[in-house]
């Protein structure tokens, strides 16, 4: 069993950029591959990114690619999500998820994830 709790979420103005991190505790993050979804509301759960579980390989959705970065630091027991260049539509709240079962890729769908965090706000204003 591991916890997981998002930090980082906030208001910030379309343009600017925010760091989401994502601790654990209860075991260490290193044996999960490790994702980020968001869910806007009255819409679905929908995929932002995800990294393999020694962070050589990555995933975006498309809306994301080349805004969105995501990193991990086993080390740390820690993932992060940076994000730039924001736009009002990415406003959200972000839950970061763990993978044991997809351990060795990047898995986009939520049924692949077997942990998830509670979440955090992120507004962007235009």
């Known amino acids: 069993q591991v916890q997981l709790v998002e930090s980082g979420g906030g208001l910030v103005q379309a343009g600017g950029s925010l760091r989401l991190s994502c601790g654990a505790s209860?075991?260490?993050?290193?044996?999960?591959?490790m994702g980020w979804f968001r869910q806007a509301p009255e819409k679905e759960r929908e995929f932002v990114a995800a990294?393999?579980?020694?962070?050589?390989?990555?995933n975006y959705t498309d809306s994301v690619k080349g805004r969105f970065t995501i990193s991990r630091d086993n080390s740390k027991n820690t993932v992060y999500l940076q994000m730039n260049s924001l736009k009002p539509e990415d406003t959200a709240v972000y839950y970061c998820a763990a993978s044991r079962t997809k351990f060795w890729g990047t898995p986009r769908i939520p049924v692949d994830y077997d942990y998830w965090g509670q979440g955090t706000q992120v507004t962007v204003s235009s």
């Open positions: 990294i393999s579980r020694t962070g050589g390989n990555t």
């Open positions: 209860g075991r260490t993050l290193s044996v999960y591959a």
